[in-house]
Each structure stands twice: as structure tokens, then as C-alpha cells.
């Protein structure tokens, strides 16, 4: 049996506008495309909040996946919602709105099973809420954390505090920038590195990851699409892969977390390739060994011969 991952995070419904095509209202949040994802490669507990209008319907994205729900309560109110719109530039999204609704008086309560889960990530919502999810596991061996401009700019304090506890931080590049004012990616996972984290992993969208090892970095590039539809989410499912896939391991080894970064990167370019959650409802494990090979070639090159 594989080791579990405990998460926490918004699960949604978004509304997407891309220059190819748009959606409303489908299912979407940080810990939904977190858990999917992860599901893939070792058992997720999912704690969240969903209000009355979060059908059976909608219930059925976590369908028969490694998914254990006992943590995600379900009170009246709407569920949060997002609504984000993407130019040319997929790599530059606008939030159009962002209502919190029943995640604003939520009080995340980790069901007693859950307390001894070893590894844990903190996807996107409030700091206080990531934090109170933390303080409810007993001695976690790993615990990683993703963030938003929305929170960095919002409540900083909380954050800081909640960074101080955490063994890893996943965010993006602008993100990365914004939370250590520094331009340079290299120097801003450095400054990072001091507010707490050990590990800092940089997401840079099409242009790949970026990610500290021993005392350098590591580096992935994108894989070249043809076809990019939607980067919705991307970025929690990047963490579904590395974190699914390093609890699988039960291994944080430098090495098991350049793997990780593989599977992570596999998983995102899969994932943009259709709309929301569309394209990781419909994968298969042979989808995704066959582009962590694709990976593999991609940036494999022999020695230098002269
Ligand atoms: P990503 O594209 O990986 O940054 O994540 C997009 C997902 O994050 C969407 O499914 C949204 O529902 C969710 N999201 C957007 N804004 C927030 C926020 N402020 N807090 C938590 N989740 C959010």
C-alpha cells in the first residue's frame, strides 16, 4: 500500500475565457485538480468546504479515484466560485472575480483518521486556513504549500507565518517574484528559501520548472505543444504529480524530487490541453508514463565528444 497525501484547498466553480473557447460554472479549485492529479499515484485525503449547490453531478469528478472524501464537508451556501480570462499570452491570466462565498466562515476540521497522514500539501486558500489544517496533523514528515497574488497581496502576515512551518513552497513565477521582490528567479528562490521552506520549487508555465537541489537548482524546460487550450490549473496539477508522486516514492531524496518535478510537468502539459478538469477526467496511467518519456527525450544529449 502506498503512502497517503492530506490536502487542503478551494474546490470551485470557474468560469474560463481563453482566446480558444469558453466555459462557465464547471468544476475547478486548487485541491480538485491537486487531488485528481495525485490520485494517479498515491491515495489523497481531501479536506474543503462545498455549499448546497455542489450536486451529486458535480461529486462525480472525484468519481472512483483514490480520493478519500470524509473530509470535505458539504453546508448551505454557494461554493466558491472563480472567473478568469487568458489572452493570446496564456502565460498572463486576469481574475475577473474571486467570491470566497462558503469558504469565508469555513473551519476545516480533519477528520481523526486523518491526524497521523505523513505528507501534506497546503493547496491554494486562505494562509489561516492552511494553517489551522496544519496545526490539526500530528508531526507530518513533509508538508509543501502553494499561494496566490490574491493571498501574497491580501494577507501577508498570515502567510509569513504559515511559510515558517512548511518543508517546500510550489508557486509560480510572478508569484515567486511578488513574495520576495526579486526579479531574478534564482535570487527570489534564495529569498524564499529564508522565510522558511527548505525546498522552492518555481512553476514558469510554458517556459517549465525551476526548483532548488542541495545548494544549486534544477531546471526542466516546457514540453512544446501543439495544442494548448487552457492553463487553468496547471499549476495545482504540477503539484499533484511532484507531491503524488513523491509520497508514492516515500522517497525526498534529491533525485526522487527531480522525478517528481518530471511527473508534475507531465501532468500539467497534459492537463492544458483541454478545458477545466476535461482532460484529467479522461487520463490513463499510460498517458502519463508516455509523457514522462516524452520528457526524457526532450532533454536527454549525449556527452561532448571533442
Ligand atoms: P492555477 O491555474 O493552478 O493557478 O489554479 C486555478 C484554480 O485555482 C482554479 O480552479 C480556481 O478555482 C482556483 N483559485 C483561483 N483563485 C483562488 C484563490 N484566491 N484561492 C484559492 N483558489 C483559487
Not at 111 to 117: A, I
Not at 238 to 258: E, W
Not at 299 to 306: G, K, Q, V
Amino acid at each position: 500500500m502506498t503512502h497517503p497525501v492530506l490536502t487542503v484547498g478551494s474546490v470551485a466553480f470557474d468560469s474560463i475565457r481563453t482566446p480558444f473557447g469558453e466555459v462557465s460554472r464547471v468544476v475547478g479549485g486548487a485541491a480538485t485538480y491537486f487531488s485528481i492529479a495525485a490520485s494517479f499515484f498515491s491515495e489523497v485525503r481531501l479536506v474543503a468546504v462545498v455549499g448546497e449547490d455542489f450536486g451529486e453531478r458535480h461529486m462525480q469528478v472525484f468519481g472512483d479515484r483514490r480520493i478519500d472524501l470524509e473530509g470535505l464537508q458539504r453546508v448551505p451556501g454557494d461554493t466558491f466560485r472563480w472567473k478568469g480570462e487568458y489572452k493570446l499570452d496564456l502565460n498572463a491570466r486576469e481574475t475577473i472575480y474571486t467570491h470566497l462565498n462558503v469558504f469565508q466562515d469555513f473551519s476545516p476540521r480533519v477528520p481523526e483518521r486523518f491526524r497521523s497522514t505523513p505528507i501534506v500539501f497546503l493547496a491554494n486558500i486562505h494562509p489561516a486556513l492552511q494553517m489551522e489544517v496544519l496545526d490539526q496533523i500530528e508531526a507530518p514528515r513533509f508538508v509543501a504549500l502553494d499561494t496566490m497574488n490574491y493571498w501574497i497581496d491580501g494577507t501577508p502576515a498570515e502567510l509569513e507565518r504559515v511559510l515558517q512551518r512548511v518543508d517546500a513552497v510550489v508557486i509560480n513565477d510572478e508569484e515567486a517574484r511578488q513574495l520576495s521582490g526579486k526579479a531574478n528567479l534564482v535570487q527570489a528562490a534564495r529569498e524564499i528559501r529564508e522565510m522558511g521552506p527548505e525546498r522552492v520549487v518555481i512553476k514558469r508555465g510554458e517556459h517549465g520548472v525551476l526548483l532548488t537541489r542541495g545548494d544549486g537548482f534544477f531546471a526542466a524546460p516546457g514540453l512544446p505543444l501543439e495544442e494548448v487550450c487552457d492553463p487553468t490549473g496547471a499549476g495545482d496539477t504540477f503539484a499533484g504529480g511532484f507531491i503524488g508522486y513523491l509520497t508514492a516514492a516515500g522517497d525526498l531524496s534529491d533525485d526522487a524530487v527531480t522525478r517528481a518535478a518530471i511527473c508534475g510537468s507531465a501532468m500539467a502539459s497534459l492537463s492544458v490541453e483541454d478545458f477545466g478538469l476535461s482532460r484529467l477526467l479522461s487520463l490513463t496511467d499510460e498517458d502519463i508514463r508516455s509523457r514522462f518519456e516524452a520528457f526524457r527525450r526532450l532533454t536527454h544529449f549525449d556527452e561532448l565528444d571533442y
